[in-house]
């Protein structure tokens, strides 16, 4: 079956811009999570999605950074005034509340590059 | 809070070689572990798990036994290919929260020369 996807796959913009991300989940996966890989800090979690509502948004590095989800399905995750340590590739992953060890499949990810 | 420890390479071994990357946790609940992999290219595997203590983990080759005592998930492989060349993560969910969210070590970069 399909696998959770993103787009856009590579996204370069200049610094200030606002930036979406989009993330469709494998179908049925009602938990979905964003996450963050750079060189510096590794993979960091931002946010957790539980249907359409996000109980855990620790991770989020600052008040530029949201996300929202929608019809318990597709997420976007929106930073706005784009700056350069934003420079990452952003991973989606969704996992079964109905599997016992709540695995969590990634999608291939958006490598977002502030210039 | 949670964190996860690993070597962090890179890790540089001929083909067939033994292989061993060590990871050590920190967490206040009773957390599953896992190690996943990223292959060139490619996006992030799970590769194996396991759920409580004592616990063994394994898939293509790979093993690793979640150690309560020594709080560490060690991956080994008695006999590494070229094709294993990746990097590894080693990763925790704490069951003891409601989100089941994961924590990673940094990375260890596997190059397997033929």
């Known amino acids: 079956g399909a696998g959770v996807s993103q787009s856009p796959s590579n996204k370069v913009t200049e610094k200030g811009k606002d930036v979406e991300l989009r993330c469709d989940p494998i179908s049925g996966h009602t938990a979905l999570y964003w996450y963050r890989q750079s060189l510096g800090q590794g993979l960091e979690f931002l946010i957790y999605?539980?249907?359409?509502?996000?109980?855990?948004k620790s991770g989020l590095p600052s008040d530029r950074f949201s996300a929202e989800r929608t019809g318990g399905s597709v997420s976007t995750l929106t930073i706005q005034r784009t700056q350069q340590e934003d420079s990452a590739v952003y991973l989606c992953a969704s996992s079964s509340r109905t599997q016992s060890s709540y695995e969590q499949y990634f999608g291939p990810g958006t490598r977002l590059t502030v210039t | 809070g949670d964190s996860v420890t690993q070597m962090e390479g890179p890790v540089t071994l001929s083909e067939e070689a033994f292989l061993t990357i060590n990871c050590t946790y920190t967490?206040?609940?009773?957390?599953?572990l896992f190690w996943y992999v990223q292959y060139p290219g490619e996006g992030l595997q799970l590769l194996l798990k396991?759920?409580?203590?004592?616990d063994k983990g394994s898939n293509k080759g790979f093993e690793a036994t979640y150690r309560k005592e020594t709080t560490s998930f060690h991956l080994e492989k008695g006999s590494v290919q070229v094709s294993d060349s990746a990097v590894y993560f080693c990763a925790l969910s704490d069951s003891g929260g409601s989100n089941y969210k994961l924590t990673f070590g940094k990375g260890t970069l596997l190059t397997v020369n033929p």
């Open positions: 999605f539980q249907g359409n509502s996000a109980p855990d």
């Open positions: 396991a759920t409580k203590a004592d």
């Open positions: 967490a206040t609940g009773y957390p599953s």
